[in-house]
């Protein structure tokens, strides 16, 4: 990164710490749903950039991070601090469970994929039918009166849900970098580029390509607990759904796979837009079903053909952001 990156990261990471002393409260609310994708995203892009192992089926873990942890505090009174362990466990455990069913099967590329949807509609139908965590109806978590800021049980303001997504992102953006630039990373960048060359040379796929699905699924798992006591609602018709973990993916694509900007660029640009679209809609009075996912659609596509690594790696490389091509990004 070169010192005039350094300086446009530092800019954007004040304007992002000062947004809520000027931001209202709608422009609030899109901010941190647009850093809850970016988080997300950065969760997805451990699995896709790094490794190279593709999931389409990301709610999964969105979904057991959410109602583990919304299930805990519900009836036996565990903060969500003290539940998103157990929530990020169950995440790793389900997570392995698929990496260990394809890896030792050889199921991999697409086919791979189509298991990870598989155990995600799976969970969205079982839990349609767990009245534990309620069922098809919706599981909700109880909203006290005006008891200011509690942050350890995440109830209060909409500033207070911003702070803490935001520094998730920070978080997760360290600990990616950190990874990428490990040893076990260089593993994964090995099996994503060559995996016959890295197992030739001393290493393990096996283990590498777990490590990846642990990661990225407690990752993941995390988002959801945030999610749970953000909407104070859950649904298995949303959390679980396809469309969930396309709009997962989407930021990643966008920004650009396998980089550690990339993730937040994209959902920085595709979820104001779908805000954008979603105000025409409701001010024009056209509303057209599927209108939001085809726009996605369509922003994939132009994204596929004209940029197909993503728009960070051509910004950076046109704004001067980094020393060579793909070089920290």
């Known amino acids: 990164m070169t010192g005039r990156g350094i300086v446009l990261l530092a800019l954007c990471g004040a304007l992002l710490l000062a947004a809520p002393m000027i931001a209202d409260r709608y422009v609030l609310s899109v901010l941190t749903t647009v850093l809850w994708f970016a988080y997300v995203g950065q969760a997805w892009n451990v699995m896709m950039g790094f490794s190279g192992l593709l999931s389409l089926g990301h709610a999964l873990y969105v979904g057991l991070g959410a109602y583990v942890s919304a299930a805990l505090f519900v009836h ?8 998103m362990w157990v929530a990020m466990l169950a995440a790793t455990a389900a997570g392995c469970f698929i990496g260990f069913l394809g890896f030792r099967f050889g199921v991999r590329g697409v ?4 298991l990870t949807i598989a155990f995600a509609e799976v969970a969205r139908i079982g839990f349609d039918h767990l009245q534990w965590f309620g069922g098809s109806g919706g599981f909700f978590i109880p909203v006290a009166g005006d008891v200011g800021n509690d942050v350890l049980n995440l109830r209060g303001s909409p500033e207070l849900f911003y702070y803490v997504i935001l ?5 997760a953006l360290a600990l990616s970098r950190v ?9 994964w960048l090995a099996v994503r580029e060559e995996p016959e060359a ?8 096996f283990r590498a390509r777990i490590a990846a699905v642990a990661v990225s699924s407690a990752l993941t798992a995390l988002g959801g607990v945030f999610q749970a006591f953000y909407f104070n609602n859950l649904f298995p018709e949303q959390v679980f759904s396809m469309g969930r973990s396309i709009e997962i993916i989407l930021p990643a694509i966008v920004g650009g796979i396998g980089t550690l900007i990339g993730p937040i660029l994209g959902a920085f640009i595709l979820t104001p837009l779908g805000e954008l679209l979603t105000f025409l809609i409701e001010a024009t009075g056209f509303d057209l079903p599927g209108l939001k996912q085809l726009f996605y659609g369509v922003a994939l596509v132009v994204i596929v053909v004209y940029r197909p690594d993503g728009v960070w790696p051509w910004l950076a490389d046109r704004l ?10």
């Open 167 to 171: 520094a998730l992102v920070l978080a």
């Open 198 to 205: 890295a197992e030739a040379v001393g290493v393990d796929l």
């Open 179 to 187: 990874l990428l630039h490990s040893r076990l990373g260089y593993q």
């Open 320 to 329: 001067g952001l980094v020393r060579r091509p793909g070089e920290d990004a």
């Open 76 to 83: 036996f009174g565990i903060g969500p601090w003290a539940g």
């Open 111 to 114: 086919h791979f994929a189509l």
